[in-house]
């Protein structure tokens, strides 16, 4: 398994994980018995924040920021046409590439940041199940969705402290202030959140890499760690790579978290904190859990890896990505379920069809460059 090393047989059952075995075991009929030796299994991650139809943006921004008020005024004066290009494609098409670049990295859960989507059947869970309001200073009517009687008792996920300013540090407390009915709060980015302010918080949403793309800083989470649970997002393309272990390996070497901690705002902390069935290797829980390549001896393994490296996904005991390799292995699958797709030279079938999805992008974007082919 990730980081411990230690073998594992895990039996998934009616979309559950059923047991873990120390030696494999037998299968019945319509049953697979996988051998992944020598790979690496982990629990599916959960990022906590992403703009799902963001995501064919490319990064916007060519300096530094001191917060995203001054980020957001500059690129919608600098960036018109490259904006406007994106917008034309309509919503529920870049929702749907928004979903598969995280299934593309081995995400199981995404928390969706925005209006909600008329869509069930994803290859992966997109969580909606929380009040999302943009920002105290870009929502106008922030005050009275927060204290809407009728969501006292749903999680209210907004931006904030996105910034390097005294206004950025400013606005943490407008919003506590203006928290009357005192629900439960999970912000977003916290780059200028101090301790005091972060025990009011149920969690922070910890995205290192839009924070330094954007200000060239990311939030304390070395000292606010200890006050507030730390979850993982990587937010949209327009502030950083669709590569999540890119984000992952830059969270890394800022040192602020040890490996285990940094896993766990991927995993055990997000699912904690939005109630998930997920986010463990451990009888069960749902079979949300992703099988990858084991590159380098040790922990830093799980540390190396990229989309290109993942071997299988399975979201709810389902097989939604698998590997080209796997194939010999699924005798039985139904690969008209699956899109062919390749990823730097390695050839992979995800669930649904995804090179239809591609094809209609560019119909209305032509110049879209998938990280996919």
Not at 178 to 201: D, W
Not at 237 to 251: M, P, V
Not at 303 to 323: A, C, Q, R
Request: aromatic fraction near 10%.
């Amino acid at each position: 398994m990730a980081l411990t090393g230690d073998p594992a047989n895990i039996r998934v059952t009616n979309g559950r994980i059923a047991e873990i075995l120390p030696s494999p075991f037998d299968t019945g009929p319509g049953q697979y018995n996988l051998d992944l030796d020598g790979a690496m299994v982990f629990p599916g991650l959960i990022n906590s924040h992403d703009h799902l139809d963001f995501n064919l943006f490319p990064a916007l921004g060519d300096k530094i920021y001191k917060s995203y008020t001054e980020w957001g005024r500059y690129i919608h004066q600098n960036y018109k046409e490259d904006i406007n290009k994106i917008l034309r494609i309509p919503l529920a098409l870049r929702e749907q590439w928004g979903v598969y670049k995280n299934l593309l990295n081995g995400v199981t859960t995404v928390v969706s940041h925005g209006k909600k989507i008329k869509r069930s059947t994803w290859p992966i869970t997109v969580y909606e199940n929380c009040q999302s309001i943009h920002s105290v200073r870009f929502e106008k009517k922030w005050w009275l969705a927060l204290n809407n009687p009728l969501k006292k008792n749903a999680p209210v996920a907004i931006h904030i402290g996105e910034g390097t300013d005294i206004p950025a540090n400013q606005e943490i407390d407008t919003l506590l202030k203006g928290n009357l009915l005192k629900r439960p709060l999970i912000g977003i980015h916290g780059v200028a959140m101090n301790i005091e302010q972060a025990k009011a918080f149920k969690a922070l949403v910890w995205c290192p890499e839009s924070n330094h793309f954007l200000l060239n800083y990311t939030a304390p989470v070395n000292c606010l760690k200890k006050h507030v649970s730390i979850l993982f997002g990587t937010d949209s393309t327009l502030t950083g790579s669709w590569n999540l272990w890119e984000h992952i390996r830059r969270a890394r070497e800022t040192h602020y978290m040890s490996d285990e901690e940094l896993l766990n705002t991927l995993t055990t902390n997000a699912a904690k904190t939005w109630g998930l069935g997920c986010g463990e290797i451990a009888p069960y829980k749902f079979a949300d859990l992703v099988v990858a390549k084991n590159n380098v001896a040790g922990p830093g393994a799980f540390f190396s890896l990229n989309p290109e490296d993942i071997l299988m996904v399975l979201h709810k005991g389902k097989i939604t990505l698998f590997d080209e390799e796997l194939h010999k292995q699924l005798k039985n699958i139904d690969l008209d379920m699956y899109s062919k797709i390749y990823i730097k030279g390695r050839c992979k079938y995800a669930a649904g069809d995804l090179s239809l999805l591609m094809q209609k992008i560019k119909r209305y974007y032509p110049e879209a460059d998938f990280p996919v082919i």
